[in-house]
């Protein structure tokens, strides 16, 4: 059988800027600890990029590299980073303020951390209710900060020295938005923009700003923005990366994981209630009802994609699907997600099972941010355009083309990721059917 060919990917010479929008706890959290793993202090745990094998061939051959070094992604030492936050803390003080690092991770790097200082923000606080700041643009309408985005792009690319850039949404979760006519063509787009429509929230404006810069866009919230036939057919023609939605980080994944086992074994399932508390600014954001909608739609999703009621109602077709986020401020950036889980097996017997997942929001979701920049990076150089729907392994809501559904499944989500690679670097898809072991010729 022929070899594949690789598919031809411009080489990651010099500094790949990272552009965050928020500075709080998950992007302090995400600089942080790049810096620690630069200077040797610990390791990037968490990062498929940096920690994770890909088999490559039969079995048999035993050839199984380290992602990083298959693909040519940039390395750690080649980023630098930037960030737009309302609040103007620096980036030292803001992860202080976090506290999601204990000081043998803060102190070692605080002169570098204070020497990032965030931009001031587009920011709109009829779209985030709970959150305020001093550090924000102004402008006569939503165009004209958006233009003023483009700026800061364009000023810390050559400030920097940077020869590429990414853009990853780190920001808080913006009240629901249903995509409308203002979100159906790149002119309606721009023409609300300059008319100040609220159907263009302040995400908007940012994906909008990246892509007529050229930059890949990564959405880790649950915001529309990027997820708009205006701004898809804006990164197809510009040939830029777009994704998203919503980090892929705790009870979500955990949900991702369980519930292909369940449908794996023809389980059913009569409930799930999932609750979370958490004290950080996310969950101050969604307690306002407007900004958990968002948040909610992007959480409910799941179970449905996975295990499909329609083809199987006996089994799925009357699920009890319950979310709920709570705000409890002493719990801080350490969130709890708790699962109960109602299922049946044999004869329609019923048993529970519960979950209870103490995790630390940020420490999940920095290894997300480390590997969706590489990655995009590595899209754009190897000339894919739009929805990178290979990236689905790292978010909650999927985004993918019109009119197919996102796969959810946490397994298949990181077998296609690992065989898009693959593609990319001309070596063979990995199907795991191995028959070839034991037909006998």
Request: neutral net charge; contains cysteine.
């Given at each position: 059988m022929p070899q594949p060919a690789a598919r031809e990917i411009a080489p990651a010479k010099g500094k790949l800027g990272v552009l965050l929008v928020g500075l709080g706890a998950v992007s302090t959290t995400f600089i942080a600890g790049v810096e620690n793993v630069r200077r040797g202090q610990a390791l990037p745990i968490g990062s498929l990029t940096q920690m994770s094998t890909i088999r490559l061939g039969k079995r048999p051959e035993k050839r199984a590299p380290k992602i990083k070094d298959f693909a040519p992604l940039a390395a750690l030492s080649d980023l630098v980073f930037a960030a737009w936050d309302p609040i103007p803390d620096d980036a030292y003080t803001a992860a202080k303020k976090a506290g999601v690092l204990d000081p043998h991770h803060l102190e070692p790097v605080a002169d570098f951390l204070?020497?990032?200082?965030?931009?001031?923000?587009?920011?709109?606080?009829?779209?985030?209710k709970r959150l305020s700041g001093t550090n924000v643009k102004r402008g006569r309408n939503k165009r004209e900060l958006a233009e003023q985005?483009?700026?800061?792009?364009?000023?810390?690319?050559?400030?920097?020295?940077?020869?590429?850039?990414?853009?990853?949404?780190?920001?808080?979760?913006?009240?629901?938005?249903?995509?409308?006519?203002?979100?159906?063509?790149?002119?309606?787009?721009?023409?609300?923009?300059?008319?100040?429509?609220?159907?263009?929230?302040?995400?908007?404006?940012?994906?909008?700003?990246?892509?007529?810069?050229?930059?890949?866009?990564?959405?880790?919230?649950?915001?529309?923005?990027?997820?708009?036939?205006?701004?898809?057919?804006?990164?197809?023609?510009?040939?830029?990366?777009?994704?998203?939605?919503?980090?892929?980080?705790?009870?979500?994944?955990?949900?991702?994981?369980?519930?292909?086992a369940f449908k794996a074994r023809m389980l059913g399932v009569a409930g799930w209630y999932s609750t979370n508390i958490l004290g950080n600014r996310d969950g101050e954001v969604l307690d306002d009802p407007e900004s958990f909608k968002t948040k909610e739609e992007s959480k409910l999703g799941v179970l449905e994609y996975i295990l499909q009621p329609e083809m199987y109602p006996e089994l799925y077709g009357n699920v009890y699907h319950k979310v709920r986020i709570n705000y409890y401020p002493p719990r801080g950036d350490n969130k709890e997600g708790w699962d109960n889980i109602d299922i049946f097996g044999w004869l329609g017997y019923p048993m529970q099972i519960k979950v209870d997942f103490l995790c630390r929001d940020s420490i999940l979701a920095a290894p997300l941010v480390l590997d969706l920049a590489l990655l995009f990076d590595l899209a754009h150089r190897a000339g894919l355009s739009g929805i990178q729907e290979w990236l689905s392994f790292y978010f909650k809501s999927p985004q993918v083309a019109t009119g197919l559904y996102p796969e959810h499944d946490l397994f298949i989500q990181h077998t296609k990721l690992k065989n898009t690679l693959r593609w990319m670097m001309g070596e063979e898809q990995i199907t795991h059917l191995g028959i070839e072991y034991y037909e006998k010729v």
């Open positions: 204070k020497s990032i200082k965030p931009m001031p923000a587009a920011f709109d606080q009829n779209y985030v985005l483009r700026e800061d792009i364009r000023n810390f690319k050559k400030s920097a020295g940077c020869d590429r850039l990414v853009l990853v949404w780190a920001a808080s979760t913006e009240i629901f938005i249903s995509p409308g006519p203002a979100h159906q063509s790149l002119a309606a787009f721009e023409k609300a923009m300059e008319q100040n429509d609220p159907a263009i929230a302040p995400s908007m404006l940012y994906a909008w700003a990246a892509l007529m810069e050229n930059v890949p866009f990564a959405n880790g919230a649950p915001n529309l923005t990027v997820d708009v036939p205006a701004l898809e057919k804006l990164a197809e023609e510009r040939r830029v990366p777009i994704g998203g939605k919503d980090f892929k980080t705790g009870q979500t994944m955990m949900k991702t994981v369980l519930s292909p």
